[in-house]
């Protein structure tokens, strides 16, 4: 990488930095210091500007670096994560963000934890939450790593870990200075950028081929060293029925997930009221639509122009197929148009990346203070006590990201965020989804789903082909691999769901029908409603 790729793009790092602290920073200044302030942003936004602060945090580095590589390296089969990612919001338009609205206050727990036993219900919901964050955080710290290491050369790895450290560094100054408002413009702002760059390469591709599509399939094709098992389904999972388990697998994963993503399900709460959650989600639908069709454009067009192998060549993963593209498209390395479009290219996925951590640490630290810490003081924490325990948290949670991201640098970041989405599918989506809609959920079956979801999807991927038993893995030098999928959720999601019924027909408790008619009038009306 020449010594012009790299000032211009750090100089372009270096701005967006600077203008989202002067957002933190007027924010931090403004703000009364309350719990609803800090979570919520003071319930103030409105449906277009929570619409595009959901997209911003939902088009994270796994959609724009990691997407884009697995279908320049896989075709066909890596479209299936873009199609998983979309589909997964019919799930929350109709199931989730209006109902969760209304019956909530900050975190997942509101919810699940109305009509039970608070303190085993919060602790539950709050660990599992955390783990879906710390798990989504990784994905976002790899992708750190692997775009800076493109930009200085690839050469030194102490140049990944000093990129994901600092990226934990400005995660935690923005969730700790400035909280939900300072969190959503930063995602609005980033949105706005990543949507206005991959406008601008899809143009690019599709200029380069003349807008001929079949010219662009045929030539990624080509290119691939697949011919036409590139465009067709089975190049990574129809291998044999293994991969072919590991498809459905995913696929319930991605279309699940989304529903039980804590940052997600936080962004409800910005807004005053569930009809402003409803239109929200239908300006994300509409924004994160758009960015997915141009995926499949851009992954095929780095197939067809960059080529697999140099794409490889720069990080296994693929995780650098975007900037390798605009740096062809402007020109080449040499040409200054080559430069500059790579430098904004990298600047707009180095802000996706502080975007989405930022949203995903700010939900994990309010499950600890809101959920863990209020529970396990075994009273109601004061309000600004809670919000100086969120900000130590935030801490903590940077720290383990961190350490988990340098672990994990060589994965692909869509398949961590796959990871991510199989546990919250596991654990947090039956949990809610019993507590809106069944009459007799007790508090043991609100337990039980949550850990018989979480326990075996963590379990399940320690013992997968991740961690250990390929050269892929986490630890190729070792094999206690007893798992043969990678992802866990054809068996923890039905688990899940199977641990919440069993423990609720076993409990001994009998349902509240007045708090039950109670959360229901409320999640269905919004009366009470926070």
């Known amino acids: 990488?020449?010594?012009?790729?790299?000032?211009?793009?750090?100089?372009?790092?270096?701005?967006?930095i600077v203008v989202t602290l002067a957002i933190t920073t007027w924010v931090g200044r403004n703000r009364q210091g309350s719990a609803e302030e800090f979570y919520a942003g003071g319930r103030l936004f409105s449906p277009m500007e929570n619409g595009f602060a959901i997209a911003g945090?939902?088009?994270?580095?796994?959609?724009?670096?990691?997407?884009?590589?697995?279908?320049?390296?896989?075709?066909?089969?890596?479209?299936?994560?873009?199609?998983g990612f979309q589909v997964a919001w019919l799930v929350v338009l109709f199931l989730v963000a209006e109902l969760v609205r209304n019956c909530g206050r900050f975190t997942l727990a509101d919810v699940v934890a109305a009509r039970m036993s608070e303190r085993p219900v919060r602790i539950a919901t709050g660990t599992s939450s955390v783990t879906v964050s710390v798990l989504y955080l990784v994905a976002q710290m790899v992708g750190a790593g692997s775009l800076v290491a493109l930009l200085l050369g690839g050469t030194s790895p102490a140049a990944r870990a000093w990129t994901v450290i600092g990226v934990g560094a400005l995660m935690v100054i923005y969730v700790s200075l400035?909280?939900?408002?300072?969190?959503?413009?930063?995602?609005?702002?980033?949105?706005?950028?990543?949507?206005?760059?991959?406008?601008?390469?899809?143009?690019?591709?599709?200029?380069?081929?003349?807008g001929d599509l079949d010219r662009l399939l045929l030539t990624a094709a080509e290119r691939s060293g697949h011919g036409d098992a590139f465009l067709a389904p089975g190049l990574k999972y129809g291998g044999d029925w293994t991969a072919r388990f590991d498809f459905i697998s995913l696929g319930l994963a991605l279309v699940l997930g989304t529903a039980g993503l804590p940052h997600i399900l936080?962004?409800?709460?910005?807004?005053?009221?569930?009809?402003?959650?409803?239109?929200?989600?239908?300006?994300?639908?509409?924004?994160?639509?758009?960015?997915?069709?141009?995926?499949?454009?851009?992954?095929?067009?780095?197939?067809?122009?960059?080529?697999?192998?140099a794409i490889r060549g720069a990080n296994a993963a693929g995780n650098t197929a975007i900037p390798l593209l605009a740096l062809d498209l402007g020109g080449g390395p040499d040409s200054t148009?080559?430069?500059?479009?790579?430098?904004?290219?990298?600047?707009?996925?180095?802000?996706?990346?502080?975007?989405?951590?930022?949203?995903?640490?700010?939900a994990s630290s309010a499950s600890v203070a809101h959920d863990l810490y209020a529970s396990l003081r075994r009273r109601r924490a004061k309000q600004r006590s809670e919000v100086a325990?969120?900000?130590?948290?935030?801490?903590?949670?940077?720290?383990v990201a961190i350490a988990l991201g340098l672990l994990a640098r060589d994965l692909n970041v869509a398949f961590l965020v796959g990871l991510a989405f199989a546990v919250?599918?596991?654990a947090n989506l039956p949990a809610l989804l019993y507590s809106l809609f069944w009459r007799g959920f007790t508090t043991r079956g609100a337990v039980w789903a949550v850990y018989g979801g979480l326990v075996p999807a963590l379990v399940l991927v320690v013992l997968s082909p991740v961690v250990s038993g390929s050269p892929e893995s986490l630890?190729?030098?070792?094999?206690?691999?007893?798992?043969?999928?990678?992802?866990?959720?054809?068996?923890?999601?039905?688990?899940?769901?199977?641990?919440?019924?069993?423990?609720?027909?076993?409990?001994?408790?009998?349902?509240?029908?007045?708090?039950?008619?109670?959360?229901?009038?409320?999640?269905?009306?919004?009366?009470?409603?926070?």
């Open 389 to 399: 325990v969120a900000r130590v948290a935030s801490v903590g949670i940077g720290v």
């Open 266 to 309: 936080s962004r409800f709460y910005t807004v005053p009221t569930a009809r402003a959650a409803r239109r929200s989600v239908l300006w994300s639908i509409g924004l994160i639509g758009g960015f997915y069709l141009m995926t499949f454009v851009l992954g095929f067009g780095a197939a067809a122009i960059v080529g697999p192998e």
């Open 424 to 426: 919250a599918a596991s």
């Open 57 to 83: 945090d939902y088009m994270s580095a796994a959609s724009f670096l990691g997407l884009t590589g697995l279908i320049a390296l896989f075709g066909y089969d890596g479209l299936l994560y873009a199609v």
């Open 475 to 530: 630890f190729p030098g070792v094999d206690f691999q007893y798992f043969p999928l990678q992802n866990p959720g054809l068996v923890s999601i039905p688990a899940g769901f199977l641990a919440g019924w069993l423990g609720t027909v076993t409990s001994s408790e009998t349902p509240d029908e007045a708090k039950h008619a109670e959360t229901e009038v409320r999640s269905l009306t919004g009366a009470g409603a926070a």
């Open 337 to 362: 148009g080559g430069t500059v479009l790579f430098a904004v290219v990298a600047a707009v996925a180095f802000a996706t990346i502080l975007a989405v951590v930022a949203g995903i640490t700010l």
């Open 1 to 16: 990488m020449t010594g012009h790729h790299q000032a211009l793009a750090l100089g372009l790092f270096s701005a967006f």
């Open 178 to 210: 400035g909280g939900m408002r300072a969190t959503t413009w930063i995602q609005i702002v980033k949105a706005v950028l990543l949507l206005a760059g991959t406008v601008a390469l899809t143009v690019l591709v599709l200029l380069r081929f003349h």
